[in-house]
């Protein structure tokens, strides 16, 4: 069975590699086509839904946060005020720089404890195995998933191997 750090963290950091690597294609492509960059990041897929740099310091936090709870610490706390290109990748460096100080013993051998999210108006409790797979890293991949589509909804030319691999080589055996 895989563990839950093997699980989670290390695919945290290859997704928010992936994510700067889909920042970088978007920022050479506004320069290319001469398309004001804050399209991009004021972009929205359904007008009730967040813009893109939203997206991407949700993503942020899921993964600090996700990370955090996993290994029973305080997440770093990164406030939302980036507008630009260089801030935004800045602040998934830094999420990657904090997920590579969580250890494996940090995460791995209590998969049955209880985790518990509070939110405004509810309370969602969890055992770690089933935060891993049943909400974090899912609320993770969705603002991953959601800057890739509004990107390429702007006509940044990404693919499915930039999302797999953008930003980190595809290992296979």
Do not use: C
């Not at 969890?126 to 993770?140: I, Y």
């Amino acid at each position: 069975m895989v563990s839950l750090y093997d699980a989670a963290i290390p695919g945290y950091v290859r997704m928010l590699k992936n994510l700067a690597a889909f920042l970088d294609k978007a920022e050479a492509h506004a320069a290319t086509t001469g398309v004001d960059p804050q399209t991009y990041l004021d972009a929205r897929l359904a007008p009730d839904m967040h813009p893109l740099m939203r997206q991407i310091q949700m993503a942020s936090d899921g993964a600090k946060g996700g990370a955090a709870r996993l290994a029973g610490i305080d997440p770093p706390s990164f406030p939302d005020t980036e507008t630009t290109w260089a801030q935004a990748k800045e602040r998934i460096a830094k999420t990657v720089a904090f997920l590579e100080t969580i250890k494996p013993e940090q995460v791995n051998g209590d998969e049955d404890r209880v985790i518990t999210l509070k939110f405004p108006n509810m309370t969602l409790s969890f055992t770690a195995r089933d935060f891993v797979f049943q909400f974090s890293l899912p609320n993770f991949q969705f603002h991953v998933v959601t800057a890739y589509a509004l990107l390429r909804q702007a006509g940044v030319p990404l693919g499915k191997m930039d999302f797999l691999a953008g930003g980190t080589p595809v290992q296979t055996a």
